[in-house]
RNA sequence: GGGCCUAUAGCUCAGUUGGUUAGAGCACUGCCCUUACAAGGCAGGUGUCGGGGGUUCGAGUCCCUCUGGGCCCACCA
């Protein structure tokens, strides 16, 4: 074994176990990765890392994207700034309570009181256990806390460089402070208001969702044809997939120009079976060519009844409640014997039931025209819902977001134009969703988990509320829960009384929250200092699916508070999807748990796969990818060793040969373009572009200089060979640092101090005062695969000598080759090399 | 119905403002124990660049059109 300089420690076999434990460690004990607050504005890059949903595990597609994210963020640290990369939980929401209900089979009911040191029992039976809404809470935090440890342990194995100092979950108490505040302030500029207004409802959840969260889904339907009795007794016909809701009927509706209806504008027609009367109206979003040409309005069956129902100023007939069933009582409007006699038939059935009841009771009336006819359409969901939404009237709170307010609406969409895209088609999206907005953002749910609106009400004389006499807290006394405390001028004796109030019991929409993400991180009028340094952020990277939400619900926002963009630029990062090109699902997801990923390839090659994946691109999942990139970080580990073995130093004057000067020269290309291509976000081209010359280093240039670096021609030519190797291999570990973190500072510690993920990226000015001609190591290259080739024809070994090489090229070529004569003859052992000038390049190997 | 992306080797993908004979990796095959690495190295074949038309001295690249795939939105009687 050769004698290593005394100040390298090069392990005897170097391998790639255990580095994530080693190294993940000590980067978080000593806070390798701190924020420094001291340095100034213009050093400072502030990320704005999504809040992953605490609702379950990770998968494979968090792996990715967060890995993209970390690559800026350790290309931007290198680059000599200070980096802000804080993280947060998304505990906040309907996913935590759903997960809370499935895993402990309990649900909430918030008339119950509270049970102290409550504990769950797992159990197999279907019935859940309703408990307390402060029970319930206690457990969606204990769940949270619990799934938190695992992702942060997840993040530290993956490398992610995140400062964890500066952590936060969007229900802990400073998230919970900015939101509300941030809400007042809405309130006080009247950006946020309340309304009385037909909501889209999910009844399973039982609360009101916004545009935003809409789904469709394909589910079958059937036409049901239906008469209606004109006044002179004759009939019309429409044709409704929800027959169920023909005592919710407030007019029929067919368009201006259809002359079958005509003459039945204005007229009035009688609903079969309750026999309520209505108008029929003429509009033209009727559509003379769907069902019969004439529909009925219902209160509510879409949102084009909404739209009817707003215009003709229609009156208001519910008869599904919040839970979506049929009211019990038979409502008002119903006055004939018959409407009220079947009554008690329908009330309190499912939408679903009632359909079929309604649809029987109309055939034996003789109003069902025909047969049922069978379809299959798209219906509304809620995203995370698994009963189609119903539409009801509720009193919700919103906030504006330009959907009602033209002025509004363009400076939005302003603000999508200044911010910076990539990649920049995805802006598209953008403009596509405020341009389509036909409403404001409602911001208030009916659920238990979550930021509560800071608000109570007064109640009148008769203990009823007005929700027109607001009470607001004070800034300073934030958070608060209305529901435990008190508003100030009154005592909690007051509380549910006349003249006494009453707490809003909704909590916000989870993206109210989300969508001060840069904020709460940035600690918004909790530390000026810091805020002052890191907001507006460098970079918000994102899925584009939720551009819509999260994306948009930020730039509103930042907009309304702060006149600005909340970040610079947005990195938008793509699917992972399955070998079949489809969307990766959840399921399987599942199956491939990122840890397990992590721990069989190690996780620089997981990270290698992830950083292949071009910025907004969806890509396959791909093991073989991962195998490379453990090949890739198994070769960085023998080529350190070999390099430091043969005495790799920082005695750059003694670099003279003109082999090492043209690898240099190379070298200093790829410095050039991966910096170009990292600042334009394209983390994959700079890392191809290492791995390229990487590759190529150690075939050709290590080959090259085996024998001279021993001492072959001399002192001088090895010096410079280990000068040289010293330089190649500071740099290229440096540039390979973001992408694959764990091996290189193994390396890095072999024979440097310090983390090398606080060295400086690599300056071409680094490379100037020793590169030289590049063209050079790429001649006498080709010339080697050449004889490379002719011993592989031969069957021989590479050890084989060349007798004689003939080489025919002109003449920069040929002092080209005679410049590195003696390392290609070592390499290739060739004994004999004649030169002749040509125009054409040929070179022919003689074998012995 | 509107918008965006996409189509290149068996697979995954590069291909810059149009410019020699369109590239890489994987896979496959063969050879080589070469004193960093056999979990390795070296070498090798592979293409109507989705179809059609146009602009140009020249098109994988620009324009038009058709087709396939993906995503977002709209429609929901």
Not at 144 to 151: G, H, P, Q, V
């Amino acid at each position: 074994m050769t004698q290593l300089p005394p100040q390298h420690n090069v392990p005897e076999k170097p391998s790639l176990a255990n580095l994530e434990d080693k190294w993940g460690k000590k980067w978080v004990t000593e806070k390798t990765f701190a924020f420094d607050k001291s340095a100034p504005r213009e050093a400072v890059y502030a990320i704005d890392t999504p809040p992953p949903t605490v609702s379950g595990a990770l998968h494979v597609g968090h792996v990715f994207s967060y890995t993209h994210t970390d690559l800026i963020a350790r290309f931007q640290r290198m680059s000599g700034k200070s980096v802000f990369y804080p993280i947060g939980w998304d505990d906040n929401g309907l996913p935590t309570e759903r997960r809370v209900q499935n895993y402990f089979g309990v649900r909430c009911d918030p008339s119950l009181a509270y049970q102290a040191n409550y504990q769950p029992e797992k159990s197999d039976s279907e019935t859940q256990v309703a408990i307390s809404r402060k029970n319930f809470v206690e457990l969606c935090e204990y769940l949270t806390t619990e799934d938190e440890k695992a992702f942060e342990e997840l993040f530290q194995t993956l490398g992610l460089s995140i400062d964890w100092d500066y952590t936060y979950q969007t229900i802990d108490e400073k998230a919970r402070v900015v939101s509300q505040r941030a809400f007042l302030r809405n309130l006080e500029r009247q950006e946020a208001y309340q309304a009385e207004a037909p909501t889209l409802w999910d009844v399973t959840f039982k609360t009101a969702v916004a545009q935003a969260e809409l789904e469709d889904r394909e589910r079958p339907g059937a036409y049901h044809r239906i008469r209606f009795k004109k006044p002179d007794n004759s009939f019309v016909e429409i044709e409704t997939t929800r027959p169920e809701l023909l005592p919710a009927c407030v007019a029929l509706v067919a368009h201006p120009d259809d002359e079958r209806y005509k003459p039945l504008f204005g007229t009035t027609v009688k609903t079969p079976l309750f026999e309520v009367e209505v108008p029929v109206v003429a509009h033209s979003l009727a559509d003379p060519e769907k069902g019969s040409g004439i529909a009925m309005i219902c209160t509510f069956g879409d949102l084009t009844d909404v739209t009817w129902w707003r215009e003709f100023n229609l009156p208001t007939r519910p008869i599904i409640g919040w839970d979506g069933r049929i009211t019990k009582e038979c409502p008002s409007w119903i006055e004939s014997a018959s409407g009220i006699s079947l009554w008690p038939e329908i009330a309190g059935k499912t939408a679903h039931s009632a359909k079929e009841l309604i649809a029987n009771l109309l055939k034996d009336s003789g109003d069902l025209i025909g047969e049922i006819r069978p379809i299959t359409h798209p219906v509304k969901f809620f995203e995370k819902g698994d009963k189609p939404l119903e539409i009801v009237t509720t009193r919700q709170w919103y906030i504006k977001n330009g959907g009602r307010d033209q002025a509004l609406r363009k400076d939005l969409l302003g603000r999508g134009t200044e911010l910076n895209w990539h990649p920049d088609y995805m802006k598209v999206r953008y403009q596509n969703w405020v341009e389509g907005l036909n409403g404001d953002w409602l911001i208030s749910r009916q659920r238990f988990f979550g930021v509560p609106l800071p608000l109570w009400y007064r109640l009148d004389a008769n203990g009823n509320p007005d929700y027109s006499q607001v009470i607001t807290p004070n800034e300073a006394d934030l958070p608060i829960d209305p529901q435990s405390d008190v508003p100030s001028g009154f005592i909690e004796e007051q509380r549910n009384q006349p003249n006494g109030f009453i707490g809003d019991p909704d909590v916000m929409d989870t993206w109210a929250t989300s969508s001060l993400s840069p904020q709460i991180a940035a600690r918004w009028e909790l530390d000026k200092e810091l805020f002052e340094k890191v907001f507006p952020m460098n970079l918000r990277p994102q899925s584009h699916e939720i551009i819509r939400t999260w994306l948009f619900s930020s730039v509103v926002r930042a907009n309304s508070e702060h006149n600005s963009l909340p970040w610079t630029d947005v990195a938008i990062s793509g699917w992972i999807l399955d070998p079949d090109r489809k969307k990766m699902s959840k399921s399987k997801g599942n199956v491939i748990t990122p840890m397990n990923l992590l721990q069989e390839y190690g996780s620089d090659a997981v990270r290698y796969w992830a950083a292949m994946g071009r910025p907004g691109t969806d890509t396959a999942f791909d093991t073989g990818q991962m195998k490379i990139g453990r090949r890739l970080a198994i070769k960085i580990l023998n080529a350190s060793k070999f390099g430091l073995t043969l005495g790799a130093n920082s005695n750059f004057e003694n670099i003279t040969n003109p082999l090492d000067k043209s690898m240099l020269a190379q070298l200093t290309q790829v410095v050039e373009n991966a910096t170009k291509a990292f600042s334009t976000y394209d983390y994959t081209k700079a890392l191809e572009s290492v791995e390229t010359f990487f590759w190529n280093f150690t075939d050709d240039y290590l080959e090259l200089i085996k024998e001279r670096i021993y001492g072959a021609q001399g002192e001088a030519e090895a010096e410079s060979a280990k000068a040289a190797l010293g330089l190649a291999l500071s740099i290229l570990q440096r540039l390979f640092a973001p992408f694959l973190p764990f091996v290189t500072e193994e390396v890095w510690s072999w024979w440097q101090t310090g983390s090398i993920h606080k060295k400086p990226w690599p300056k071409a000015e680094e490379l100037h005062a020793y590169a030289e001609n590049p063209e050079l190591l790429a001649d006498v290259s080709a010339v080697l695969t050449e004889v490379r080739k002719a011993k592989t024809v031969a069957q021989l070994s590479m050890r084989a000598d060349v007798s004689q090489l003939v080489v025919i090229c002109n003449d920069v070529f040929a002092n080209h080759l005679k410049s590195a004569q003696k390392d290609l003859f070592a390499a290739g052992r060739v004994q004999n090399l004649e030169i002749t000038l040509g125009d054409e390049l040929s070179i022919k190997v003689s074998l012995v």
